[in-house]
């Protein structure tokens, strides 16, 4: 499976992105106001419904923990058809979109990745931790991020080599300098339950996140004993969190690329490491398969040597999960 195999690999990719270079600002200021625009559409919509005057959320899915509502939708639609008519030449991948059944097609070709809410279990409880998600690739490399909440206003940015912001003035992470990681003992870890809820994939995520926070002993030698878990219901919020730098580690299996595409560009700016979050210990400096639906990512450290001890020790209380997907025409191999 090589996602990253164009990479610099022909001089065809490497013209097309110096052409894109010229662009990368346009292309993130155009993201940041779509990105506001959407976000307003998704307040309104829980600020009508908390003050009576909306209608009530449509849930529509047949998988219960995995909700969509027509706010998804309509976002959805008013990102695409502005980004259609703004850039026709580049391409789209979307949650709904793929959820209506349209074939997912990954190329070295501009492509918008987009999520309208991430978070929607929020959204359907009013539970703040709701964003709007707009990345951007070139040549299949993450290349802009942006993801806005508009409940809390809190706005992540970023473009390759520009560096991550929030609000588009504070530069991420918010410590200077990033305090010493330490190791896994010292972490404060984020995971979500995710959507597939068969027990075999719950009692792996459960029996992760025991061996992560229990107290090493004679009876327990795995226990790592974080600091604690956290959970916001948002994979690009948990992974905007790392980039703030206000948690350490965030693990997840089962969420899709939509929901990490943007924010996986926000943590690496941010002087963060995202990785694929399977137990293998070769791939923790290589590029992350967006497409790879699992995901691992460690905060920013003034010492490298230490984002990577806690990326293994992660990868050795990690288990295997499967998180089957249909295949990606162009994306794998
Ligand atoms: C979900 C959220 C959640 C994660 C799920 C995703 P959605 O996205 O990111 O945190 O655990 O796997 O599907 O459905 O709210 O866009
Ligand atoms: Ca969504």
Redesign the pocket.
Known sequence: MILHKSLFGNNKTMAMAEAHQDYIQEYLDFAIQLAKEAGAIIKAAVDSRMAGTGSSVEVKKNNPT???TET?KAVEEFIKNRLNKTYPDHKFIG?ETFASGAKTEFTDLPTWIV?P???????VHGYPFVAVSIGFTINKIPTIGVVYNPLLDELYSAAKGKGAYLNETKRLPLFHPAPPLIDLGHCLVST????DRSKAVIDAKISAIHNIVCKKSKEHPFGAEAHSIR????????LCHIAKGITDVYW?V???E??VAAAIVIVMESGGLVMEGDHDKTNIERPVNIFSRKYLAIRAAEDRQEQLKVAAQMKDLIPEIDAPRPPVPGGFE
């Open positions: 995995d909700l969509v998804d949650e999520d809410i991430d978070g929607t279990t929020n959204f979500e339950a995710g959507s959970t916001t219901g948002s994979a690009a919020i948990n997840e089962g969420c899709w939509w929901d």
